[in-house]
């Protein structure tokens, strides 16, 4: 089993930055490579970005592509997700995923519970 908890989320203005933290406990979190995706209301749950395990290889939406950072620091069992420059239609909930192995392939083994961020023009 693996337990990841989300933080970081708010309310904040058009521009303006946040950064969310995903902490991991349970099985070795060097195991699986890693996602952030968000739900917004009345919307489906749609992948943000994802770092595989050993490249650290990066993909994006082209909706975070230029505008956040997701990385991984296995020491601390943490991925993080920068957001910069954020827009109104940023505003859901954020969701960390797991998936074992080297490479994110969309498919989800673990979820964390989520953190909202809330962005007002």
């Known amino acids: 089993q693996v337990q990841l908890v989300e933080s970081g989320g708010g309310s904040v203005q058009t521009g303006d930055s946040l950064k969310l933290s995903c902490v991991s406990s349970g099985r070795a979190f060097s195991n699986y490579a890693m996602g952030w995706f968000r739900q917004a209301p009345g919307k489906e749950r749609e992948l943000v970005a994802q770092i595989n395990l050993s490249s650290g290889r990066t993909r994006y939406s082209s909706a975070a592509e230029g505008r956040f950072t997701i990385s991984r620091d296995n020491a601390k069992s943490t991925v993080y997700l920068q957001m910069q420059s954020l827009k109104p239609e940023d505003t859901a909930v954020y969701y960390c995923?797991?998936?074992?192995?080297?490479?994110?392939?969309?498919?989800?083994?673990?979820w964390g519970k989520g953190t909202l961020v809330t962005v007002s023009s």
């Open positions: 995923a797991a998936r074992w192995g080297d490479v994110f392939d969309g498919r989800v083994d673990y």
